[in-house]
């Protein structure tokens, strides 16, 4: 159906004449109220008015619960306020300036407890479910309903996911026997034409799975919905409403499928009480309405759906602008306000099948949805208010006493843990238009607070922002191109992305088996002797049969390269960076083909083949760039000379690449290479040869001369050993262990015969990489991170966490809860989308995995997980393990194992937890969980590593944004995806001109031109 973009002219004045009489009615009350705490108010009010402060104190709020000690409470105090305002009383505020020592933290440190406790209590219903309950009875006796919320949601494992399910089930056991003794209240118990329930409840999904993801929105719904499906029956036999609480947007799909799915069931399908949230500020709300409204219809039975404006804004726009995302939400204020207008049409529109509850402390969406159930004649029984605790204070009793039903929604739980919820209500009351500032400015501008927002057209605005990681630059042969921008990876929210994912899937399944020849001077040439590329998750699955290249075919190749290089190296950068636009555009057509092969050939799960080949992307982007911005002549001249200094091309290039990032880590180093100039002979790792084999293809295609890039698969002890020792090869790029890139180093440092160069190499040799996890670290974000980082790709990557050094306080609680989250990571098959740890790369490597855990039980650490595999056949599948008690000079602290091992060490403090990190060879990437902001500056400054991170996993570097490569024994110093890569595969040379002839002297460059 049709919704006007605007309202009419009598329907507007009549909703400015309510808004009116709803702000004469609220002033009353606010003029004859008096603020029970004036320093909540007045703290409240600089949030409001002062972004800094507001900023810091967020911040502090949001540590406050991991603060036991009250010294460093007093010092996180000092470091997030300095010497400015801090947020308490007169004296409080002078004892922290100026007075120190364990008796004065102590007194600090209970008052501000005992202040943000008390801000706490404004927004959450009570600690408890009792006093949530004594609440909820106190709004009653005001005729205003509720609705209770367990707050403190998030779960990292299956353990916390089923504790969760637990107190739902025990809620609805023993509640609704309480409520039933309270007086009737004929507003509140009736409704709708029937006896409406009084106790009612909210529940957050991801409260019950520890593993939603877009990618796999069907087995996330199934999931929740074995834990959720009791939780109904028991709210049902005991006359409860539950509404399911939308959350963020990826999990949007999975929440509405799961909520669907058991509402069809029989035991639940005539079933009226019970209703989901959905958010005006997402785009697709409206579409959401009327597709729930088909199946309402389809299901008989009327739900409930409460309409919100959406309390994640920020972090939908950041994370949509970091991935380079469509923004899921509307931009600008309006543009929410006039979809919620639309939405609540909408909603009046589909009754009977949807009832409404307007959500909102907005005064002009209340008196819009008056005004316009007034035009519909929908009587106020008929739908119902709803509003946050704390954040409509005064205006709820002016809409209880106008006989409409209001519902309150009342979050309980633990008062300083339940930070989370108090940080998102912060942030709601600091807006421009919230009730709360409304509640505390002294005038109240009625033309501001009532404007409507349909004076400009949402739909007249692009349906999203410029996107952050927008690639695809059309290579029209010009010297400026676009600024560069990362590959947006798969979000997967989108069907119709998981449909074309999955197709690919099964298409690459009918190339299984195929040949791939050596590609020497642009020919196929075939071998007797052939590498076998097979699953590693079902060895005896054959990838593709791949020629094995020989020292004879080495020669050819390089010989090849080289009379390739006279033509390659001659023309101007332009050109080059012409063909490897074009090489991104094809592998961006073909990049789920691409994902799908890494996904049988090296063992990747959907999400990181994904990534891998939207990196591989950037590579070819960013270095066609790199190589226009290099080729830039340096020119400083003087009278009477011209001093020019270039790069330039170093000619033959050995590429050995790595099995870990097949595509990505090879596409980057090549790309580089050929970028700059150079020609290379591409010797793949053994182990997924076939990837290598289709870029070179789609090199091809794209238009790359024959013999710039040599496909040479074949065993690194032989093939790559001669291609190093070659005489005519002029550079070697690698990535792999450690071992054989110092073995690299040596051979290249030698010169043989016919060798008239210093060979260069650029080396990546991997990491002993650690985190850091401070006293006050977000345990909920440090557990995850550390699980991505030790076992995302089954810990095979050389950014992998395989230490956390955990500090004293924080130690029982993470190690508890790494524990469990690490039992609820699902290992499988690599194809299913659901899974999150894959096989390892082949049968040597697990082998060196168990032998590594064998070894570390025979040294004394205590093995406190070793996570089973499910029975998977032949695939090479290890488990996760964890390490407690490891020493820091022991062999799991020390050796590079490249597997899912983890070892967790606890230290003292800081500066013991920064020696133990660095006290290993490596020099790869680090990590600290942290929001101490004198901490974080110590590891800037004191972590040996290339890469640090900080507050978020150590895995996952982004090309330009976070150049990747480190030192010590990780690698040479370069930093692929970096402004400098490039110029490890060029030399430089300065060209110097006397101009000056017989004492004349032509005018400058600059007066020439």
């Known amino acids: 159906m049709a919704i006007p973009a605007s309202l009419d002219d009598d329907l507007e004045h009549r909703v400015q004449e309510m808004g009116r009489r709803l702000i004469a009615a609220f002033e009353q009350r606010r003029q004859a109220a008096r603020s029970v705490d004036l320093w909540l108010d007045r703290f409240l009010n600089q ?38 305002d801090f947020p308490l009383t007169g004296l409080l505020r002078f004892g922290v300036r100026r007075v120190r020592g364990d008796f004065a933290n102590a007194i600090i440190g209970g008052a501000v407890r005992k202040a943000m406790t008390g801000l706490a209590r404004r927004f959450l219903g009570g600690a408890s479910v009792e006093e949530a309950l004594s609440t909820a009875e106190a709004l009653r006796k005001r005729g205003i309903g509720f609705s209770i919320d367990l707050v403190g ?47 009612n409840a909210s529940i957050k999904l991801s409260s019950l799975d520890p593993q939603l993801s877009a990618v796999a929105p069907e087995a996330g719904a199934a999931r929740i ?60 709300t409206e579409a959401d309405i009327n597709d729930l409204s088909v199946w309402a219809a389809r299901r008989g039975t009327p739900i409930t759906v409460r309409l919100v404006r959406g309390a994640y804004w920020d972090y939908e726009t950041v994370i949509a602008e970091q991935h380079g995302w469509p923004v899921p939400v509307w931009i600008k204020k309006w543009q929410t306000d006039a979809c919620y207008e639309r939405c609540v049409r909408l909603l009046f529109e589909h009754r009977p099948r949807i009832e409404a509850a307007v959500a909102t402390h907005n005064l002009r969406s209340v008196a819009f949805a008056m005004v316009l159930a007034e035009e519909r004649g929908i009587q106020r029984d008929e739908f119902e208010f709803q509003m946050l605790h704390g954040m409509a204070s005064g205006l709820e009793d002016v809409l209880a006493e106008m006989g409409y039903r209001l519902r309150m929604y009342v979050p309980f739980g633990e008062l300083l843990p339940g930070m989370a919820y108090l940080v998102r209500r912060l942030l709601e009351n600091s807006s421009s238009q919230s009730f709360q500032r409304i509640n505390l400015a002294r005038t109240l501008a009625a033309g501001q607070l009532l404007a409507s927002p349909h004076e400009d057209d949402p739909a007249a605005e692009s ?26 990876p798969h979000r997967f929210t ?35 002797e052939q590498l076998l590329s097979v699953n590693p998750a079902r060895p005896d699955e054959v990838i593709g049969r791949v020629a094995r290249a020989g020292t004879g075919h080495a020669d050819r190749a390089v010989s090849g390269a080289l009379r ?59 270095y066609a760039r790199e190589a226009l911005r290099w080729e830039q002549p340096r020119c400083h001249d003087v009278p009477g000379e011209e001093n ?79 291609l190093v020792r070659h005489p005519q090869v002029a550079f070697i790029a690698f990535t792999g262990s450690e071992e054989v890139g110092r073995r690299i180093l040596r051979m290249a440092a030698d010169v043989g015969p016919g060798q008239s160069h210093v060979k260069q190499v650029i080396a990546e040799m991997g990491g002993k990489n650690a985190i850091i996890i401070d006293n006050d670290a977000d345990l909920d974000e440090a557990v995850t991170g550390v699980v991505q980082s030790a076992f995302g790709y089954q810990g095979q990557k050389c950014s992998a966490c395989s230490r956390v050094i955990v500090l004293q306080q924080a130690y029982d609680r993470f190690l508890e809860r790494l524990l469990a989250a690490t039992r609820s990571v699902r290992i499988g098959m690599p194809e299913t989308a659901a899974v999150s740890m894959g096989p390892l790369i082949d049968a040597g490597a697990k082998a060196r995995v168990l032998e590594a855990i064998e070894r570390g039980r025979a040294d004394g650490a205590q093995l406190a997980l070793a996570m089973p595999c499910p029975d998977l056949g032949g695939g090479y599948f290890v488990g996760p393990a964890i390490f407690t008690d490891v020493a820091p000079d022991s062999y799991l602290a020390q050796t590079e194992i490249f597997g899912p091992v983890l070892a967790v060490m606890r230290v003292a403090d800081l500066d013991t937890a920064i020696r133990v990190a660095n006290q290993t060879p490596y020099a790869l990437t680090g990590g600290i969980y942290s929001r101490s902001p004198s901490h974080i500056l ?49 030399i430089p040379r300065t060209v110097t001109e006397n101009t000056l002839r017989r004492g004349f002297a032509p005018a400058g460059r600059e007066a020439l031109g």
């Open 153 to 199: 949601e998030a779960v990292v494992s299956d353990a916390e996911a089923e504790e969760h399910q637990r107190r739902y089930l025990d809620f609805f056991a023993r509640i609704p026997q309480k409520a039933a003794a309270w007086p009737p209240h004929p507003v509140l118990d009736q409704g709708q034409g029937r006896r409406l329930p009084r106790l």
């Open 564 to 622: 390739a290089f006279a033509d390659w190296s001659r023309p101007a950068a332009g050109e080059r960076a012409h063909l490897l636009l074009y090489a991104a555009k094809a592998l961006r057509r073909q990049r789920d083909e691409f994902a799908a092969l890494e996904i049988f050939e090296a063992g990747k799960t959907w999400i990181e083949a994904d990534a891998n080949v939207a990196e591989a992307i950037d590579y070819l982007e960013y």
């Open 494 to 528: 989108d069907p119709s992305e998981r449909r074309a994912f999955h197709g690919a899937l099964l298409a690459a399944r009918t190339a299984f088996g195929g040949d791939y020849p050596l590609l020497i001077d642009g020919k196929a040439v075939g071998t007797k």
């Open 644 to 722: 020019v200094y270039r790069y330039a091309p170093r000619g033959v290039g050995a590429i050995i690449s790595p099995w870990n990032f097949p595509l990505a880590i090879l596409t980057g180093m090549l790309s580089a290479a050929i970028a700059a100039g150079n020609t290379v002979v591409l010797k793949p790792s053994s182990q997924t040869p076939v990837i290598a084999a289709r870029f070179v293809r789609l090199l091809q295609e794209a238009g790359v001369p024959p013999g710039v890039v040599q496909y040479l698969p074949g065993a690194g002890g032989t093939l790559g050993e001669y």
């Open 463 to 488: 349906a999203s922002r410029p996107r952050v990681g927008e690639g695809g630059a059309e290579p029209a042969g010009a010297r400026t191109l676009p600024r560069f921008r990362n590959e947006p």
């Open 47 to 84: 949030v409001m008015q002062s972004e800094g402060f507001r900023v810091q104190a967020l911040r502090f709020v949001d540590v406050l619960p991991a603060l036991d000690d009250d010294r460093e409470l007093t010092e996180h105090l000092h470091e997030y306020f300095g010497h400015g």
């Open 225 to 284: 919905a074995a834990r959720l499906k009791p939780i109904l029956l028991a709210a049902r036999r005991g006359g409860s409403f539950v509404c399911v609480d939308m959350e963020q947007f990826h999990l949007k799909e999975t929440v509405l499928s799961c909520f669907k799915q058991l509402l069809m069931e029989p035991e639940l399908r005539d079933w009226p009480d019970a209703g989901i949230a959905l958010q005006a500020y997402l785009r697709e």
């Open 938 to 986: 110590q590891a800037t400054r004191e972590l040996q590593v290339g890469n640090l991170y900080v507050n978020r996993k150590i895995t996952g570097a982004w090309v330009g944004r976070q150049p990747f490569g480190g030192f010590k024994m990780s690698g040479v110093g370069s930093k692929a995806g970096g402004p400098d890569y490039l110029l490890q595969f060029m």
